[in-house]
């Protein structure tokens, strides 16, 4: 009852995850992500200890197939769980045991990985990896984008309800990290929200790095001057 993309920019070297779902607070749950390593995902019956182990194992030289599979192979409940990873080379793997509901989606496509179950149809995971394909601008609203194309096209058997947008660039803290979790139209509202964020963007790294040039503005603006008194 979940579908995900996780998927990178090879020219800025962020990575992301984008992941929509009929249950409450997803973005607490599935997707993962470590700066310089990769992204991954855990969902269906989702054990969230299974993310940052897939991540782990990247870290410390596994490829993307061993990462999944040695993740899998440690949990006893392995035929409810589907996994996914995205490393920052583009190495991918995902899992799905035999547990994990129809349809089920793990589709390559270019810089992205679609992962998905329950889906509405099979055309839902191409939907998918195509709206992302053809957006434009930064990674964040691409995966939104793919999200978007998705749900068009059927998006799952049941009616969504939470969704959340992860991403990752060259710092050691998320540059997006937005999540809806209880919406009737959540994929909606997360697009509204990484749209409202994105002017801030820029800012909100500027006060983790550099607080003293942080000037409270959006992208692109100049700060108001300050007031005074005589």
């Known amino acids: 009852m979940t579908f995900s993309m996780l998927?990178?920019?090879a020219d800025t070297g962020q990575l992301g995850v984008a992941v929509a779902t009929s249950d409450l607070a997803v973005g607490a749950h599935?997707?993962?992500a470590e700066p310089g390593v990769g992204v991954a995902i855990t969902q269906h019956r989702?054990?969230?200890r299974l993310g940052p182990r897939m991540l782990e194992l990247l870290h410390g030289g596994a490829g993307a197939r061993d990462a999944v599979n040695t993740a899998a192979s440690e949990t006893p409940h392995r035929g409810w769980r589907q996994l996914a990873v995205l490393a920052t080379s583009g190495d991918y793997a995902a899992y799905a045991g035999e547990g994990v509901a129809p349809a089920v989606a793990m589709l390559p496509g270019d810089g992205?990985?679609?992962v998905g179950n329950m889906l509405a149809s099979g055309a839902v995971a191409p939907a998918i990896a195509?709206?992302?394909a053809s957006?434009?601008?930064e990674l964040a609203g691409r995966l939104v984008a793919g999200l978007q194309a998705g749900l068009a096209a059927g998006g799952e058997t049941r009616p969504l309800r939470s969704a959340a947008l992860l991403v990752v660039g060259e710092h050691d803290f998320p540059l997006v990290d937005l999540r809806i979790d209880d919406h009737d139209q959540p994929v909606?509202?997360?697009e509204a929200l990484w749209h409202a964020y994105e002017p801030w963007e820029e800012d909100f790294v500027r006060r983790a790095l550099d607080p003293e040039g942080a000037n409270g503005t959006p992208n692109?603006?100049?700060p108001a001057p300050a007031s005074t008194t005589t």
Do not use: E, Q, Y
């Open 7 to 9: 998927a990178r920019d």
């Open 30 to 32: 599935v997707p993962f």
């Open 46 to 48: 989702t054990d969230p």
């Open 112 to 114: 992205c990985l679609v």
């Open 130 to 132: 195509a709206g992302f």
């Open 135 to 137: 957006a434009t601008g």
């Open 188 to 190: 909606s509202a997360l």
């Open 220 to 222: 692109g603006a100049h």
